[in-house]
C-alpha cells in the first residue's frame, strides 16, 4: 500500500478544509487508516483513526465534534473533514496505514505512511 495526502491550504479560524488519502494497492480494505499532525517543534501525534470496515473510529479529544473521518474502500480513499479549524490545527497533516484489523492509535503501529498536507489556520 502506498498512500498520497492531499487537500492542506491556508484558512482562516472557522472555515473547512477536506483533507483525502489515496491508497493504491489491492489490500487497502485491510488496513486501518489513521491522520496524524505535526506542528513545528512537536511531536507527531494521532489525530483521528478508522478501523477497515469503517465502523471503528477514534477522535483525540482536541478535534472531537468538528472533525470526520471516514473511508470508501471501493474508491481506496480516506477523508478527513475538519470543521470550525483553529490556529492550534496548523500542522503538517499525514495519513498513514496500519495492516491491522483492529483500531491502532499508536504511531508506532502505522508502517505506511503518506508524505504530507500542510494546514495552516490563520486567526
Known amino acids: 500500500v502506498q498512500l498520497q495526502a492531499s487537500g492542506g491550504g491556508l484558512v482562516q479560524a472557522g472555515d473547512s478544509l477536506r483533507l483525502s488519502c489515496e491508497a493504491s494497492?489491492?489490500?487497502?480494505?485491510?488496513?486501518?487508516v489513521a491522520w496524524f499532525r505535526q506542528a513545528p517543534g512537536k511531536e507527531r501525534d494521532v489525530v483521528c483513526a478508522?478501523?477497515?470496515?469503517?465502523?471503528?473510529?477514534y477522535y483525540t479529544d482536541s478535534v472531537k465534534g468538528r472533525f470526520t473521518v471516514s473511508r470508501d474502500n471501493t474508491k481506496r480513499t480516506v477523508w478527513l473533514q475538519m470543521n470550525d479549524l483553529k490556529p492550534e490545527d496548523t500542522a503538517v497533516y499525514y495519513c498513514?496505514?496500519?495492516?491491522?484489523?483492529?483500531?491502532?492509535?499508536?504511531?508506532?503501529?502505522?508502517?505506511?505512511w503518506g508524505q504530507g498536507t500542510l494546514v495552516t489556520v490563520s486567526s
Open positions: 478508522i478501523s477497515w470496515s469503517g465502523i471503528g473510529i
Open positions: 494497492g489491492r489490500s487497502f480494505a485491510n488496513y486501518a
Open positions: 498513514a496505514a496500519a495492516n491491522d484489523y483492529g483500531l491502532p492509535i499508536i504511531r508506532s503501529r502505522y508502517t505506511k
